[in-house]
């Protein structure tokens, strides 16, 4: 009787996930495999693999898988060792710790399309003006670049820096958390012993919280993986004139996009990112069983 019950407590759950997670999954599952689907008649022509070949020759496709890994590689160990070195600096201030906290924290509360229209103001070269960050280049004797509508260099420098500065708060608000958890008779044992800066933090503070990095480069892993709102921010909803389309956004175009109309062909898209992320992950968590300290 009482297992009954909590199979009752829990029914409205199970009746949610199945209804919003388990059937559109299913749903995307049978979509990717249906060939030559009509979106107005609502048929296909048989099962296959086809779609998953024309997504993979597909230059936007290419593209869009090409600018994601860039922005993964760079965004996510940059990001997480900026965060830890701000960290350790805030650790180590006295009085003001909550205050420059929550001045760190600050872009994580805010809007992201606000912030990216912000960094496109400062970026954005314009018949007007060249731009904040353009006018600081002029000042040290450089020349001006058009970061947003100029070459492919500069507007992934300007991708990669904005989602630095958005996913920096988190990372900050985790690590300082982590840091503060460190017993600090570790520290005082160490110093007695008479060790540096430098070997207390490769010996105890590193292998310390170790499950919050990795834990934040699986998660950054992830989202850097499904980044979209970010880029449309910055370089607008035509992204692929931009050259600066990502995974999610190429299964967005092929659902409701300009060639929109082809879910078979974002599902084969879908399942390729969910088969990629899959992936690392997978080999994140088995790296971490190895190297993080429990």
Not at 10 to 37: G, H, K, M, R, T
């Amino acid at each position: 009787m009482r297992k009954f019950k909590g199979w009752l407590y829990l029914l409205p759950a199970i009746l949610f996930l199945a209804l919003f997670l388990v059937y559109p999954l299913i749903d995307v599952l049978v979509y990717s495999f249906e060939e030559n689907y009509n979106f107005a008649s609502q048929s296909f022509s048989g099962y296959g693999l086809f779609n998953f070949a024309y997504v993979l020759r597909d230059v936007y496709f290419l593209q869009a898988l090409k600018n994601t890994f860039i922005i993964v590689i760079i965004t996510v160990p940059v990001s997480t060792g900026v965060a830890l070195l701000i960290s350790l600096a805030l650790n180590s201030v006295g009085k003001l710790k909550e205050l420059f906290q929550t001045i760190f924290f600050l872009p994580y509360v805010t809007n992201t399309l606000a912030v990216g229209l912000v960094f496109m103001i400062l970026f954005k070269k314009t018949p007007y003006s060249d731009g904040m960050v353009n006018m600081l280049i002029k000042a040290f004797g450089g020349s001006a670049v058009d970061f947003i509508e100029g070459p492919y260099w500069a507007k992934l420098f300007v991708m990669c820096f904005y989602t630095i500065w958005i996913v920096l708060p988190f990372k900050i608000l985790i690590l300082t958390s982590a840091l503060a958890s460190v017993n600090p008779d570790y520290y005082k044992a160490a110093r007695v012993d008479g060790a540096s800066r430098f070997r207390i933090f490769t010996r105890i503070t590193l292998p310390m919280i170790s499950p919050m990095i990795f834990y934040l480069v699986i998660t950054g892993f992830i989202g850097a993986f499904k980044a979209y709102s970010d880029e449309v921010a910055i370089f607008g909803t035509n992204l692929n004139s931009a050259g600066m389309n990502t995974i999610v956004g190429y299964v967005y175009d092929m659902l409701y996009g300009d060639s929109g109309g082809y879910p078979s062909y974002a599902s084969a898209a879908s399942l390729i990112l969910f088969a990629i992320v899959f992936t690392i992950t997978a080999i994140n968590l088995i790296i971490s069983k190895k190297k993080v300290a429990l």
